[in-house]
T-cell receptor, first 113, second 114 residues
Framework: EAQVTQNPRYLITVTGKKLTVTCSQN?????MSWYRQDPGLGLRQIYY???????DKGDVPEGYKVSRKEKRNFPLILESPSPNQTSLYFC????????????FGPGTRLTVL | GQQLNQSPQSMFIQEGEDVSMNCTSS?????WLWYKQDPGEGPVLLIA?????ELTSNGRLTAQFGITRKDSFLNISASIPSDVGIYFC??????????????FGTGTLLAVQP
């Protein structure tokens, strides 16, 4: 089944403890992206990648890192999480390097205490 | 950054009613997309529009790419309880070179009373 998977789905952590949220797609998509969703703010892009080893900042990249060593994986890294990073995170991918018809993962709900 | 103004923010309707929501911007978009998000799930693509003036249907859903390329609307006819969710518009902007960006609206929450 074609899908985008994220792990973990739920995470509660403490300020400053490094964490990684994994994202994987099995559709051979070139474009991958991370979004955060907060009430009243919609979906805001954190980072995106148009292909392997090509990543760039989105609208809200501060406090996050990403890597794209393989086409299928696009992990999101929070080196030192803070409470303002408590949010619902979505990974998405699309076939071409143009971010049109994106497929979304199920989401990761992160709480930073 | 770029913004998409989506309205209304929320709608509470009776089953069987038609629904209309729209997105506008001061920027020109290359594509318009409409997504639906069910509670606890990621957004799912409903309709994609690629040409100005394009009108596309998907079952009871109809969406149009505005002639000016600055707006789009989504209509849902004869709503049913499973239409409940948050609907997002999204548009693709070309930033020059190979850089394109997908911008999302803030969403319309739809509640349907059986």
């Amino acid at each position: 089944e074609a899908q985008v998977t994220q792990n973990p789905r739920y995470l509660i952590t403490v300020t400053g403890k490094k964490l990684t949220v994994t994202c994987s797609q099995n559709m051979n998509h070139e474009y991958m992206s991370w979004y955060r969703q907060d009430p009243g703010l919609g979906l805001r892009q954190i980072y995106y990648s148009m292909n392997v080893e090509v990543t760039d900042k989105g609208d809200v990249p501060e406090g996050y890192k990403v890597s794209r060593k393989e086409k299928r994986n696009f992990p999101l890294i929070l080196e030192s999480p803070s409470p303002n990073q408590t949010s619902l995170y979505f990974c998405a991918s699309s076939l071409s390097s143009v971010p049109n018809e994106q497929f979304f993962g199920p989401g990761t709900r992160l709480t930073v205490l | 950054g770029q913004q998409l103004n989506q309205s209304p923010q929320s709608m509470f309707i009776q089953e069987g009613e038609d629904v209309s929501m729209n997105c506008t911007s001061s920027s020109i978009f290359n594509t318009w997309l409409w997504y639906k998000q069910d509670p606890g799930e990621g957004p799912v693509l409903l309709i994609a529009l690629y040409k100005a003036g394009e009108l596309t249907s998907n079952g009871r859903l109809t969406a149009q790419f505005g002639i000016t390329r600055k707006d789009s609307f989504l209509n849902i006819s004869a709503s049913i309880p499973s239409d409940v969710g948050i609907y997002f518009c999204a548009g693709t902007l070309h930033y020059g070179g190979a850089t394109n960006k997908l911008i999302f609206g803030t969403g319309t929450l739809l509640a349907v009373q059986p």
